[in-house]
């Protein structure tokens, strides 16, 4: 009868810690990505602050790095948040 108990209570450990590695890999927060920029039309990687937007659902809110952003070229409008 223990050894039933110490199974279930080691599966519902296992059950809890890999709901918390789902959120904590594909949660909000901040995340690199890969887009293709509509302005230069050319593939960058951004870093995404995504948020929570209603229950259930990612919404990305700012972009906080390019690869495309240079001190050459420091003016971008950011479009690149829809192909997120």
């Known amino acids: 009868?223990?050894?039933?108990?110490?199974?279930?209570?080691?599966?519902?450990?296992?059950?809890?810690?890999?709901?918390?590695?789902?959120?904590?890999?594909?949660?909000?927060?901040?995340?690199?990505?890969?887009?293709?920029?509509p302005e230069r039309k050319v593939r960058a990687s951004v870093l995404a602050?995504?948020?929570e937007a209603e229950f259930g659902t990612l919404r990305v809110v700012e972009v906080k790095e390019c690869s495309l952003l240079t001190p050459a070229h420091p003016d971008c409008s950011k479009q690149c948040r829809v192909c997120l």
């Open 1 to 37: 009868m223990t050894a039933i108990i110490k199974v279930a209570i080691v599966g519902v450990a296992v059950c809890w810690t890999i709901t918390a590695y789902f959120i904590w890999k594909w949660g909000p927060g901040l995340r690199k990505r890969f887009v293709r920029c």
């Open 49 to 51: 602050d995504q948020r």
